[in-house]
C-alpha cells in the first residue's frame, strides 16, 4: 500500500491540499514570519497547527470598526507543549511561568491531556516563544494538527514494576510517530540571520516514513492506562493500551481503537464513540502495532469530509473486524485476542501518597488548570516558591492538576505551608464536587467556543455544593465537565454530567456517564440556561438520595432510571428549566 492511498474517490477537503502543496509543513511560514503583521494566512494557519500553535482572536479584546465595518480582531497564538505522561522538570515549569509573564497573557493552563498551554503569544514573539520551549529541552511539535497528538499516561511517580513502564511506552510512542520534517527545526529553531542551528533535530529526508506528504486525515490521540487506574480516560481516545498485569509485571496491553468525543450538532453524521477492543499486543509489539494502526488511518481515513475524519468514523462505518485485518496486514502477522483485563477504577492521585522509595509525592488540584495571581489566589507565585525551594518533579494530570514529586518526609509541611501562603486551598480542602470536575478555556479565545465554560463552572459548583451539602451528598464521587461547545475537549460526553455549550447562554446537560469513563452520557435536558443548571439538576440529586441501590453511583443510578423517569421527577418538583 502507497503513502495516503485512500480509497474514496471524493474530492479531498482543502486541508489536504494545503498540506500536499506544504512542502511537509513549511509552507509560507517562514516569509509570514518575517513580515510585520498580526496574524497568518488561511493556509498557514493549518500549518502551524503542527508546529504546535493556534491562531486565535480575543474577542473581548477586538479593536474598531475596519473598512468592511467588521471589528478589528485581536490576534494571539496559544502554544501547546508535547510532555509524554505529562513529566517534567520544576525548572521546565518556571520556564514557562516566564514565558507567560513576559510574552503570554501572565496565565499558563493545564491541559486536560497532560500538557501545557500558553496563551496571549503575539506573532511577534512566537518564534521566541517555541525556542525558549526547546531549550528547556521540550518541543512543540506535533502537539496540535493532524498526527499522533501528546500521548497521555498515569503519571504517579510510584516505584513499582508498572508505572515506569507505562510512562516510557508513551514516551517511546510519542517519539516514534512524532513527524520526521526538518521544518519545525528550520522555522523556529535556526537563527533566521545567520540560518545557523540552535537545536539538532529533525529528518533529511525528502519524506515521512510513517505520515507520508499529506500526514493524517485528522488529528490522532494515544492514552495507555491501567486495569485498577483509568486515569487517563483510555476509551475516549484515538488509540488506547490497556495494560495486562501478570505477577506484577506488564506483560502486554488490550488495544482499544476508535473513540472519539468531538460532534458537530448541525450534522448528524457525527456523534462522541468510546473505543472498542480490538487484541492483545506484547510489549514488544506496542510501538508497531500502533504504526500500523495509524497508518491503516493514513490511508484509509476520511479525507473528504473533516468532520467525519477521525478514526472512529472510519472503524464505526468499516467494523472492528475489518479494521484488525488491515492492521495486522500492515504489521505483518495476526494478533492475539483481548484477554479480560479491563478498566475497572479511576484514581486522580490528588493528596498525599507514598511513592515506594520513601519520598513523598503531593496531588495538587488546580481548578478547571488554570495558573494566574490575583489578589486572592496567587497559583504561580505558589509553584515559583515550590519550584525553586523544593524542586521537586513535575508531573501533569489529565484532570488539570499537578504531582510535586521526590517530597522528603521532613518537606511535607513546608509544601503545605508554601501552598496556603499564598491564599491557595489545599487538596483536602477542596469538596469532591470540585475536585472532579474540568473544563475547557471557551470564551474569549476559543474560536469555537458558544459559552463560557472555564470561567463560569467555579461559580455553578460553588452553587452545586450548596445543594449536595445541604442533601448529605457532599461525599458522592461524581464527575461534572463543562465545554464551551459541542467538540468536547473536556470530555463531558462520558462524564457522569456533562454540560456542553449550544447556544449563547445555554447549554445542553448530559447525565449518566461514570467516573470511570466507560459509559456514554445521554441528554437530560437541552438548552438549559446557565443559571438554571443547577436547579435542573437538583430533582435528580433528590430522586439519587432516596431511589439509589446501595454503593449505586450517580451516572448509574441515572442510566437505571432512564431519562423519561428523570424528567418526570423534574415535572414533578416544578424546576425552572
Known sequence: ????????????????????????????????????????????????KFHGTYQQDDREARGGSTESGKSEKAYSFMVRCRIPAGIMTSEQLLAHLDICDEIGNSTLKVTTRQSLQLHGILKSDLRQCIKRINDTLLST?????????????????????????????????????????????????????????????????????????????????????????????????????IAVIRDGQVIGYNVVVGGGLGVTPSAKKTFPRLATRMAFVTTEQAVAVAEAIVKVQRDFGYRADRKRARLKYLIHDMGIEWFRGKVEEYYGSKLADCTEDDVREHDDHMGWDEQGDGRWFYGFNV??????????????????????Q???????????????????????????????????????????????????????????????????????????????????????????????????????????????????????????????????????????PFESIVSTLKPVFVAFKAERLPNETFGDFCTRAGNEQLLKWHDEAGSPA
Not at 492511498?5 to 516569509?31: D, F, Q
Not at 488548570?369 to 516558591?385: C, F, H, I, T
Open 367 to 388: 481548578e478547571n488548570g488554570r495558573l494566574y495571581d490575583d489578589e486572592d489566589r496567587a497559583w504561580k507565585a505558589a509553584l515559583r516558591d515550590i519550584c525553586t
Open 1 to 48: 500500500m502507497s503513502d495516503n492511498e485512500n480509497t474514496t474517490e471524493e474530492k479531498l477537503s482543502p486541508v489536504e491540499g494545503m498540506k500536499t502543496a506544504s512542502r511537509y509543513l513549511r509552507g509560507t511560514i517562514g516569509a509570514e514570519l518575517a513580515q510585520d503583521t498580526t496574524h497568518f494566512g488561511k493556509e498557514d494557519i493549518q500549518l502551524l
Open 141 to 241: 511539535l506535533s502537539a496540535c494538527g493532524d498526527v499522533n497528538r501528546n500521548v497521555m499516561a498515569c503519571p504517579a511517580p510510584y516505584h513499582d514494576n508498572i508505572r515506569p513502564v507505562l510512562q516510557k511506552l508513551a514516551y517511546d510512542l510519542a517519539m516514534h510517530l512524532a513527524p520526521s520534517t526538518k521544518a519545525y527545526y528550520e522555522l523556529w529553531l535556526k537563527d533566521p540571520d545567520t540560518q545557523e542551528e540552535t537545536l539538532e533535530g529533525g529528518s533529511d529526508e525528502v519524506y515521512e516514513p510513517i505520515y507520508g506528504k499529506t500526514y493524517l486525515p485528522r488529528k490522532f490521540k494515544t492514552a495507555i492506562a491501567l486495569p485498577d487506574d483509568n486515569c487517563t480516560d483510555v476509551y475516549t481516545n484515538c488509540l488506547g493500551f
Open 390 to 528: 523544593l524542586k521537586p518533579e513535575i508531573r501533569l494530570t489529565a484532570h488539570q492538576s499537578i504531582l510535586f514529586c521526590n517530597i522528603e518526609e521532613k518537606d511535607k509541611a513546608k509544601l503545605e505551608s508554601l501552598i496556603k501562603k499564598r491564599g491557595l486551598p489545599l487538596t483536602e480542602e477542596i469538596s469532591n464536587v470540585r475536585r472532579w470536575s474540568i473544563a475547557c478555556v471557551a470564551l474569549p479565545t476559543c474560536g469555537l467556543a458558544i459559552t463560557e465554560s472555564e470561567r463560569a463552572l467555579p461559580g455553578l459548583i460553588d452553587e452545586m455544593e450548596k445543594v449536595l451539602v445541604e442533601m448529605g451528598l457532599e461525599k458522592e464521587l461524581f464527575t461534572v465537565r463543562m465545554t464551551g461547545c459541542p467538540n468536547g475537549c473536556a470530555r463531558p460526553y462520558n462524564a457522569d454530567i456533562g454540560l456542553v455549550g449550544k447556544a449563547k447562554g445555554k447549554y445542553t446537560v448530559f447525565v449518566g456517564g461514570t467516573r470511570l469513563g466507560t459509559r456514554l452520557a445521554f441528554i437530560y435536558k437541552d438548552l438549559v
